[in-house]
């Protein structure tokens, strides 16, 4: 007698669920950009305009990264602040599930929701549901300290080795050569 196309019927066990959430928080945040990449190039811009250029292509490329980095920020300056903390744990969690270990696109109401959209909402009420909580100055001075060395970063950070977008890394990385199956 064959089983095929039968259905299990045991549960899968808490051990399972935590291996599972594991395993996917390992590879969410481990599939963002490399941290050694961020610091593969450093050097002064030679202008002002190189700055700026330098920022925006580091700031789209290096995105989530950024985010990590003054979210740790914040948390630092919210351990001796109970209260505060318990909502930034929150809000962390929040952040796991619709920023950093998503696969999929959300969508809400029919309509898929784009990355940078979620970063800006969840930015803005983790802001304010912080600053609900009194301990409004450290929660802008560690922000101010975030977005600065965000800011030196982005415009320290040598762009010249990041892909153009997207499309274009994919294609650098299959063809390294530089040859595209249409040249």
């Not at 929660?139 to 320290?156: E, F, K, Y």
């Amino acid at each position: 007698m064959t089983t095929y196309g039968t259905i299990p019927t045991s549960s899968p066990s808490k051990l399972e669920y935590i291996s599972r959430a594991k395993e996917r928080l390992k590879s969410g945040l481990g599939a963002r950009r490399p941290w050694k990449e961020m610091y593969n190039s450093i050097g002064f811009p030679a202008s002002f305009g190189d700055a700026i250029r330098r920022i925006r292509k580091n700031l789209a490329y290096f995105r989530t990264n950024y985010a990590i980095v003054v979210l740790l920020i914040v948390f630092l300056s919210l351990l001796w602040h109970p209260i505060s903390l318990i909502v930034f744990v929150v809000m962390m969690a929040v952040w796991l599930f619709l920023y950093f270990l998503r696969d999929e696109p959300l969508v809400i109401f029919g309509r898929t929701v784009d990355d940078r959209v979620i970063l800006v909402v969840l930015s803005v009420l983790t802001i304010v549901f912080l600053l609900l909580t009194n301990a409004t100055t450290n929660i802008l001075v560690s922000l101010a300290i975030g977005v600065c060395i965000v800011l030196i970063h982005a415009a320290l950070r040598k762009t010249d080795d990041l892909p153009v977008d997207e499309e274009s890394g994919a294609t650098a990385a299959l063809y390294p050569g530089g040859a595209s199956p249409s040249s």
